[in-house]
């Protein structure tokens, strides 16, 4: 059931909350390709934000184009949503020359300067310091910035989650932690994280607010976020905010998760996918049909697949151009190196696997 809201109370401009959902379906339709594409051994490793679209995207989309985000693991699609094309955003996956990170990272761990993100974060946690020292150096500039630092809730058993809160909260630095309590970390449930009543009840030991929303609630996630981005960039200092959501799909395409969780507490969160919440509220609102919902879901996998076919099509990145940007000049050692490699003739590609 979903409440009787009336048009007027939307919390945000009906375009954008179009635009929302476009996006959730979006990111769902591209992380079944892309777990497909995984299979078929046409990229090495991928990591799906199923069923969490409305907490990664409904914060992210409460944040300026300009605030800088620091992802945990689920997070890539919100450079979609900042704008990012989807062709090179998928020649990341692909690892190949059409990648701006020169196809240097593990697969799904996507960034661009851009759109001011920064890859995902492999080491649990090591962002969160990162964020806000980011969030300082706004501050310090004087430029309005506010970071936001992502984070699952097994980065919050890590030691650098209290190093951040703590001196965020001392130092009161524009910074909106956003934890994706999505219950596991890989096979870990999160009631082996933490012996606290909840992970947003943490912030109070840190002298801040800390607020826990229904995660799969795009609405309640923008409006959680949205008042602690306000209140950052105002000077108010930060906040945390606890999306309780739940990770439908695998921990990532290495993962099994039939080996340590009961399917039956998959098939009760899939009642609540977010994707069906929100457009239960937008249908509820009178701004969906059902033929809007075809026309979306034919539109993104045509816009998906046809990205697909031009980012797969790119060649590697050369070998040589591993020793590019590493040194401002090549010191002899390199360039030795360097010209030993150009010599040696290319193996044929190996199938990555991680
Ligand atoms: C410091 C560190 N320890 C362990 C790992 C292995 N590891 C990768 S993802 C992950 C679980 C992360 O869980 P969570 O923070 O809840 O994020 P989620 O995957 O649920 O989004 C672990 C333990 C790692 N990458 N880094
Ligand atoms: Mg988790």
């Not at 001011?116 to 990162?130: A, E, F, H, K, R």
Request: net charge neutral.
């Amino acid at each position: 059931m979903q409440p009787a809201q009336r048009i007027d109370a939307l919390p945000m401009p009906r375009e954008t909350l179009l635009r929302l959902y476009r996006e959730m379906v979006r990111l769902r339709t591209l992380d079944e390709r892309m777990m497909t594409l995984q299979r078929q051994g046409r990229v090495g490793f991928y990591g799906a934000c199923t069923g969490q679209e409305a907490a990664t995207l409904a914060s992210a989309i409460a944040l300026d184009p300009k605030d800088w985000i620091f992802p945990a693991l689920r997070e890539g699609g919100a450079m979609l949503l900042r704008g990012f094309p989807l062709v090179p955003y998928l020649c990341q996956i692909f690892g190949n020359s059409g990648d701006e990170t020169k196809g240097r990272q593990m697969p799904s761990h996507m960034a661009s300067k851009s759109v001011n993100q920064v890859s995902w974060s492999s080491c649990i946690g090591t962002q969160l310091p990162q964020a806000v020292g980011a969030a300082m150096a706004a501050r310090i500039k004087g430029d309005r910035t506010v970071v936001a630092a992502y984070m699952g809730d097994g980065a919050t058993s890590e030691g650098d989650f209290h190093v951040a809160m703590n001196f965020a909260g001392v130092f009161k630095v524009p910074v909106v932690f956003i934890c994706q309590n999505n219950h596991w970390a890989i096979s870990v449930p999160t009631g082996k994280q933490t012996a606290s009543e909840s992970i947003a009840i943490k912030a109070q030991a840190y002298g801040f607010s800390g607020v826990k929303v229904d995660g799969n609630d795009a609405i309640a996630v923008y409006v959680a976020v949205k008042e602690a981005v306000d209140k950052a960039r105002t000077g108010g200092g930060p906040s945390l905010v606890e999306c309780e959501t739940y990770r439908i799909g695998a921990h990532s395409s290495s993962d099994d998760p039939t080996r340590y969780r009961d399917e039956k507490e998959v098939e009760q969160w899939r009642k609540r996918d977010p994707l069906d919440l929100l457009r239960g509220r937008l249908q509820a609102w009178g701004m969906w049909s059902a033929t809007d919902e075809d026309s979306l879901k034919a539109r993104a996998l045509e816009e998906v697949n046809a990205a697909i076919a031009e980012a797969e099509k790119k060649p590697d990145p050369p070998r040589e151009s591993l020793f590019d940007d590493v040194y401002a000049a090549m010191p002899w050692s390199l360039r030795e190196q360097r010209e030993e490699l150009l010599a040696t003739p290319a193996a044929p590609r190996a199938g990555a696997a991680h």
